[in-house]
């Protein structure tokens, strides 16, 4: 099974948008998801600050700023 990682920040729309695209997905092809919040971890603020949201699949970066849903799709499948 694999699992998405949803990189966000509060009061993004781009993030909100990501996360109710990843849930559907997810959802459709039994494969699970999460949030993190990049700013409360320098860390990850320093990694993913500046290209919220970013997708991680398995814990790889798959892609920032938006789903690209066939994309995505592939990976999960």
Do not use: F, K, N
Request: aromatic share 6%; with cysteine.
């Amino acid at each position: 099974m694999h699992h998405v990682t949803v990189m966000t920040r509060a009061g993004c729309h781009a993030c909100e948008t990501a996360e109710t695209d990843v849930a559907r997905i997810c959802e459709e092809l039994g494969a699970t998801w999460s949030t993190v919040d990049v700013d409360a971890d320098p860390e990850d603020q320093a990694e993913y600050g500046d290209r919220v949201p970013v997708l991680l699949v398995d814990g790889d970066e798959h892609g920032y700023w938006h789903v690209e849903e066939d994309r995505l799709r592939a990976a999960l499948s």
